[in-house]
């Protein structure tokens, strides 16, 4: 029953980090007038923090905690890649585009790196957790 769970919560991680990175990415080009608002660059630094650490509170599990930081990663370099058809999502058109879009990534990966470095930081708990061996 434990595997079912943990594999559960897997795919709750890795399903809600694909939307939250589409969404970011779809956020790139958010501008107020001519400024550039990095909008989704910092929901790429919360969103990546936060996924990874309640995927591992959640599901106790140290392989989940790692798929949401993989997950995005996934969909943002996939924006980044020009498709056969020529769509392209994080352009580099102006200058500030490329910024934004460059900060996105960068951001996001540094901060799933981090909170994937912290989780797997953690200590294991040794034992079986009923407290009869002393």
């Excluded at 924006?79 to 996001?108: M, Y």
């Amino acid at each position: 029953m434990r595997a079912l769970r943990t594999v559960g919560w897997g795919l709750l991680a890795v399903v809600v980090a694909s939307w939250l990175a589409a969404v970011e990415v779809l956020w790139l080009p958010l501008r107020i007038g001519p400024v550039p608002v990095p909008l989704s660059v910092l929901g790429a630094a919360l969103g990546n923090l936060l996924l990874v650490t309640w995927a591992h509170r959640l599901s106790g599990s140290r392989v989940v905690a790692l798929l949401p930081a993989a997950a995005w990663a996934v969909v943002a370099v996939g924006a980044s890649v020009r498709r056969p058809e020529g769509d392209l999502l994080i352009t580099g058109e102006t200058t500030s585009v490329q910024l934004v879009g460059l900060g996105f990534l960068l951001v996001g990966v540094l901060f799933a790196s981090f909170a994937v470095g912290r989780v797997l930081s953690r200590p294991v708990a040794a034992g079986s957790g009923s407290g009869g061996a002393r």
